[in-house]
C-alpha cells in the first residue's frame, strides 16, 4: 500500500494555510524591483532589493507585518497566482499551479535552505538593498537572477 502524497504533491487548492506558507522556497525573486519603460511599457528586472528584505539570506525581515511598511507587496494566493505573469519561472507556486513538481533543489525535497542558496537559485549574496541602491535605472539587468 502507498502512502499519501506529500502537501507539494497535492492541487494547489487542497492545501492548508500553513502548507501554502511552506511552499514558498525562500528565493526572494518576487522581491526584487523592476522598472517600466514608460514608453514601451517593456518590464526590466534589477538587482534591487525590496528593503524589508534580508539580503544576506533573502528572508523578509519582517514578513508578518510586511504590508503594514510596504503596502505594495505581492500577496500570492490561490486565486491569484495564475494571473501574476512576472513571478520566476522557478517559483514554487508557479511550477505548482501549472502541474509541475517543485525543482530538485527546493527545500522540502532537500531540507536545506543552504543548498538552494549554494546552487544560485536564491537572490542571497547576490542583490542590494534598495536603501543603498541608488536609482533603480542603475541597476538593470539583462536576465532575471
Ligand atoms: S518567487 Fe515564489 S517561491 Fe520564490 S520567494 Fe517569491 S513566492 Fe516564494
Avoid at 499519501?4 to 524591483?33: I, M, Q
Avoid at 507585518?65 to 520566476?88: E, M, Q, S, Y
Avoid at 517543485?102 to 547576490?126: C, F, K, N
Wanted: hydrophobic share 35%.
Amino acid at each position: 500500500m502507498t502512502g499519501e502524497a506529500p502537501f507539494w504533491e497535492k492541487p494547489l487548492h487542497s492545501l492548508d494555510r500553513a502548507e501554502w506558507e511552506a511552499l514558498c522556497d525562500g528565493c526572494g525573486k518576487c522581491c526584487l524591483h523592476k522598472v517600466e519603460d514608460a514608453d514601451s511599457g517593456e518590464i526590466y528586472p534589477t538587482n534591487v532589493a525590496c528593503r524589508l528584505l534580508d539580503v544576506t539570506t533573502a528572508r523578509c525581515s519582517d514578513y508578518r507585518h510586511r504590508r503594514a511598511f510596504v503596502p505594495d507587496c505581492l500577496r500570492l494566493t490561490k486565486g491569484n497566482v495564475d494571473d501574476i505573469n512576472w513571478l520566476p519561472s522557478s517559483c514554487a507556486y508557479k511550477l505548482r499551479a501549472a502541474g509541475q513538481p517543485l525543482p530538485e533543489w527546493h527545500y522540502l525535497l532537500t531540507g536545506s535552505y543552504q543548498a538552494m542558496i549554494d546552487g544560485g537559485h536564491s537572490v542571497a549574496g547576490r542583490v542590494v538593498s534598495e536603501t543603498e541602491a541608488g536609482p533603480l535605472e542603475h541597476h538593470i539587468l539583462e536576465e532575471p537572477l
